[in-house]
């Protein structure tokens, strides 16, 4: 079984800063990419950015150049930093990751964390 926890969500304000954490928790052989999701109320859910487990990223162009995804392979760990943020951010950021594990590739989610961004 694995587990991802999200932390870091807060309330901010327009221009400020967060940084957001998942750690992965459980039983696998290894992670491969690690991403970053979010959905905000009345939209779908939407890739914010990904990490592979060679460290390639990848971000949607609404945050680029403003969101940093990283991952700490030694805490089974990603983060996402988050800078300059706007009201438009606004949403429950949920993590997701690949496993590889005896039974296969499996993905798993976060239970996800509420980050709001006030104007």
Same mark, same amino acid.
């Given at each position: 079984q694995v587990e991802l926890v999200e932390s870091g969500g807060d309330l901010v304000q327009a221009g400020g800063s *967060? &940084? *957001? /954490?998942c750690a #992965?928790? $459980? /039983? %696998?052989? /290894?992670i491969? #990419?690690? $991403? %970053? !999701?979010r959905q905000a109320p009345g939209k779908q859910r939407e890739l914010v950015a990904s990490i592979t487990s060679g460290g390639s990223t990848n971000y949607a162009d609404s945050v680029k150049g403003r969101f940093t995804i990283s991952r700490d392979n030694a805490k089974n760990t990603v983060y996402l930093q988050m800078s300059s943020l706007k009201p438009e951010d606004t949403a429950v950021y949920y993590c997701k990751a !690949?496993? &590889?594990?005896d039974w296969g590739l499996r993905d798993y989610w $976060?239970? $996800?964390t509420q980050v709001t961004v006030s104007s």
């Open positions: *967060l &940084r *957001l /954490s #992965a928790s $459980g /039983s %696998w052989i /290894s491969n #990419a690690m $991403g %970053w !999701y !690949y496993f &590889r594990t $976060g239970q $996800g």
